[in-house]
């Protein structure tokens, strides 16, 4: 019998437990972790479920499960990797990608706060180790092995992310291998996620580019830079609010806006003191809008103090959306500041945090604010 701790959405303990296999109450979490294990010629591992298995019986994924009672998320990464494929790991060695909250989707109770783990080891599994046997076989595999399975739909569907994550960079050998690079966080609840790529109900906005369930396979060469948004987080902005707290969504009513979610028209402060300070704003619009997508180096547009006004676009060629936090109740306008930046990696567009009057939100606490939204795309929270 297993049991769970349970939490609220900003990964809160309640002191409560649960017995797997129960209803989870809503609103309430249990944490999962996916664990990905990297040698040094670049490969990752991935085991294929025992043909008994009641879900998925023979499809591959990377190991994983749900932690214990009274076990953090890193150590119970390490107990489902020996458990599964006899490979001891050191918690000191994992490095967390990303996290995903994910609800009820498509009627389908989840309620589970997911950490993707990666290791970088050289241990050949052994399950004559294994103390379970979930798990037939298993190997490392490049990852364009990877994505020809997810293609196959021969893994997991929950696994759908990879294709995106690697795309995004997130698993480039420059992100690891000991080096934490700026932006990047090392414990549970220090970056933003998503598991599974466009799940059911994840086409949320038009021109969106990502359509539910599906994948994508590219090169390294095809690969985005890594994201870098130290040249918008500070920024003091306005806008609008065209989705106020309580309203629903236009186009999925089951979507209901627990905050004030709108769009940016004006970036009012850069921050800094020197006048030459840029903002990357993307590449230049032919109708001189513009545009923070953030995909390209060029196009940067000199701020220093004054501002900038205008229809400043999103990567999806539309306005630039946020959450605004801190505001009681619901309005139509807002102005504060960008504190952090949801990344998605399967869609166009990011999404700005912005927080009014001064407040100061956690990590934790941002996740738990826009996952009623995010849980249905893959993503990482930069700050």
């Known amino acids: 019998m297993e049991i769970w701790d349970l939490y609220t959405k900003y990964r809160e303990p309640t002191g409560r437990t649960h017995i797997r296999g129960q209803v989870i109450e809503e609103e309430l979490f249990h944490i999962t972790v996916h664990v990905w294990i990297r040698n040094s010629r670049g490969e990752y591992l991935m085991s294929q479920r025992a043909s008994d298995r009641p879900f998925y019986p023979c499809l591959w994924e990377c190991p994983g499960g749900s932690v214990?009672?009274?076990?953090?998320?890193?150590?119970?990464?390490?107990?489902?990797?020996?458990?599964?494929?006899?490979?001891?790991?050191?918690?000191?060695?994992?490095?967390?990608?990303?996290?995903?909250?994910?609800?009820?989707?498509?009627?389908?109770?989840?309620h589970d706060i997911k950490d993707i783990w990666l290791f970088d080891c050289d241990s050949e599994a052994d399950l004559s180790r294994a103390s379970t046997a979930e798990v037939s076989r298993c190997r490392f595999m490049k990852p364009d092995e990877i994505e020809k399975l997810i293609e196959?739909?021969?893994?997991?569907?929950?696994?759908?992310?990879?294709?995106?994550?690697w795309k995004d960079g997130l698993l480039?050998?420059?992100?690891?291998?000991?080096?934490?690079?700026?932006?990047?966080?090392?414990?549970?609840?220090?970056?933003?996620?998503?598991?599974?790529?466009?799940?059911?109900?994840?086409?949320?906005?038009?021109?969106e580019a990502v359509e539910p369930g599906s994948t994508v396979s590219v090169s390294s060469a095809d690969r985005r830079k890594k994201a870098n948004?130290?040249?918008i987080i500070g920024k003091t902005v306005s806008g609008r609010i065209d989705r106020p707290t309580g309203s629903r969504h236009p186009r999925h009513p089951e979507i209901l806006y627990p905050v004030n979610y709108g769009y940016v028209e004006e970036i009012l402060s850069?921050?800094?003191?020197?006048?030459?300070?840029?903002?990357?704003?993307?590449?230049?619009?032919?109708?001189?809008?513009?545009?923070?997508?953030?995909?390209?180096?060029?196009?940067?547009?000199?701020?220093?103090?004054?501002?900038l006004k205008g229809k400043i676009l999103g990567g999806d060629g539309e306005e630039q959306d946020v959450?605004?936090?801190?505001?009681?109740?619901?309005?139509?306008?807002?102005?504060?500041?960008?504190?952090?930046v949801y990344h998605r990696f399967d869609d166009a567009e990011d999404k700005w945090i912005v927080t009014a009057d001064g407040q100061d939100f956690t990590n934790d606490q941002i996740l738990g604010e826009i996952y009623f939204q995010e849980q249905y795309f893959n993503g990482k929270l930069y700050r």
């Open 68 to 110: 214990l009672a009274g076990e953090t998320s890193i150590c119970g990464a390490v107990r489902e990797v020996k458990e599964e494929v006899g490979i001891d790991l050191s918690p000191e060695n994992g490095r967390l990608l990303f996290t995903k909250i994910r609800g009820v989707i498509d009627g389908v109770p989840y």
């Open 152 to 165: 196959a739909g021969e893994c997991v569907p929950v696994l759908r992310y990879f294709s995106f994550v």
């Open 172 to 207: 480039d050998s420059d992100c690891f291998g000991g080096i934490i690079k700026k932006n990047e966080a090392a414990e549970p609840g220090d970056t933003a996620g998503v598991s599974g790529a466009a799940e059911p109900g994840g086409t949320v906005r038009e021109n």
């Open 229 to 231: 948004y130290g040249n």
């Open 270 to 307: 850069c921050g800094g003191d020197s006048p030459e300070e840029e903002v990357s704003c993307g590449s230049d619009s032919p109708e001189g809008k513009v545009t923070c997508g953030g995909d390209s180096p060029e196009g940067k547009v000199s701020c220093g103090s004054d501002s």
């Open 323 to 340: 959450y605004v936090l801190g505001m009681s109740g619901s309005a139509k306008r807002f102005t504060g500041r960008v504190t952090a």
